[in-house]
């Protein structure tokens, strides 16, 4: 990857306009050692790397689809995410194959409208699971219709249900998603996208039994996660921070967070080595029982108290604080 510095859009959309305005000269003969190489998927990094979670949010999604699909059509079935893509969302819907179950959804509080696409053959094998038969024959069959059978849109709507469920559930963490289907399609020239040229995020969900293996992909236009970025990525220190450069609020907030291993001891012993030698299965080591129990956390002992039961748990009741 060129780690190689290049412009921003802002002096982009400057220097276009002087080219356009001949402020600029423009060497006509393109002399090739003036030229140089520029890996493009630098833009895409830079973009995904503003958004880290999503990858974690698309692990657990596909854990989740997973499962409910195992649990649905009793097939040994893997899901898996595959690498997310940076295209242009005319480019992504005009790769779909046809027929396909495209479903257009309005999922909020993302912007716009975003796509989650079945391919006719997925649909096909799980119309053969779904209904008892040897799931993966009429998949393997090249499809030369253009329409998808009515069995294969229930399918299609089932898995879509399912594929929302999961993905609602893995990001409830950190968003809550509300989703609503605005339409459905099989042909992709029937569907109606944004803006041309307009970027997108491409989230393919690899699924596989066996040796047959197909794909769900979710399309989301990439300006549709402009407003989630400080959810979903590393926040700028200036957001995450007071004014003032106030950190202590900020580690404030966030150690409220941090788990800590707490332990109720109720007594100890010394030992010699000699005792701890002769030790065996069925061996009792004596104790005498306490009235109090020592609370410690993370090593360190913090308070006193009375063991007992609440709701039908062991508890601890805090009698003395220590160390704070």
């Given amino acids: 990857m060129s780690t190689r510095e290049v412009l921003s859009e802002s002096e982009l959309d400057a220097l276009m306009d002087s080219v356009s305005s001949g402020d600029v000269d423009i060497d006509e003969g393109g002399s090739e050692q003036n030229s140089q190489p520029f890996d493009f998927s630098t833009r895409k990094q830079v973009l995904l790397a503003q958004m880290p979670a999503l990858e974690t949010l698309n692990e657990k999604h596909s854990l989740a689809f997973t499962q409910t699909i195992r649990e649905l059509f009793k097939v040994p079935v893997e899901v898996e995410i595959g690498d997310i893509q940076l295209t242009k969302l005319d480019e992504a819907i005009g790769r779909i194959s046809e027929p396909s179950g495209i479903n257009v959804l309005n999922i909020a509080p993302l912007r716009g409208a975003s796509f989650v696409v079945l391919p006719g053959d997925l649909l096909s094998f799980f119309v053969d699971g779904y ?23 229930r399918i299609n709507d089932l898995l879509l249900e399912k594929f929302l469920h999961t993905l609602v559930a893995a990001w409830v963490d950190k968003i809550a998603l509300s989703t609503e289907i605005a339409s459905f399609e099989t042909n992709p020239d029937f569907v109606q996208v944004g803006s041309p040229g307009e970027q997108a995020l491409l989230f393919p969900f690899v699924i596989q039994v066996g040796e047959w293996k197909s794909a ?23 957001s995450t921070i007071e004014p003032g450069n106030n950190w202590e609020g900020f580690f404030r907030r966030e150690l409220l967070s941090i788990e800590l291993e707490v332990q109720g001891v109720f007594t100890t012993r010394n030992v010699s080595i000699a005792e701890v030698l002769s030790l065996k299965q069925g061996s009792i080591v004596p104790l005498k029982m306490p009235s109090e129990v020592s609370v410690w956390i993370e090593g360190q002992l913090i308070s006193n108290g009375e063991h007992g039961a609440l709701n039908g748990n062991k508890s601890i009741k805090v009698m003395e604080a220590l160390n704070r």
């Fill in 131 to 153: 209904f008892g038969g040897t799931p993966g024959n009429a998949a393997r069959e090249q499809l030369t219709r253009i329409n998808l059978t009515p069995t294969e849109r």
């Fill in 216 to 238: 769900i992909d979710w399309i989301v236009p990439y300006a549709a996660f402009e407003p989630l970025r400080p959810k979903l990525g590393s926040p700028a220190v200036s």
